[in-house]
């Protein structure tokens, strides 16, 4: 018996090998970022950054780390009630 074509990665769909780099260069650039935000709040004005002081800059990172992922919530609702043609 022939083995299927469709299972080229590690036994899974080739597709998913698409799927699994594509999240993780999203991934990596994301956290990535994130470890470069924090700095380039922090520094000074003068030196072409934001000039933040650590506290603000802290408050800043956990607000936006936290939409990122409670944001999911209502964005999927407008997708499911206005935008998509099917349910997420």
Known sequence: ?????????FGHPAG???LFFTEMWERFSYYGM???LIFYMT??????ALGMSDV???????V???SVYLLSLPGGWIADRFLGQRRA
């Open 56 to 62: 603000t800059a802290g408050l800043v990172m956990g």
């Open 16 to 18: 998913l090998s698409t």
């Open 1 to 9: 018996m022939s083995k299927d074509r469709d299972t080229a990665f």
């Open 34 to 36: 994130r470890a470069f």
């Open 64 to 66: 936006y780390t936290s």
């Open 43 to 48: 520094r000074a004005a003068t030196l072409g």
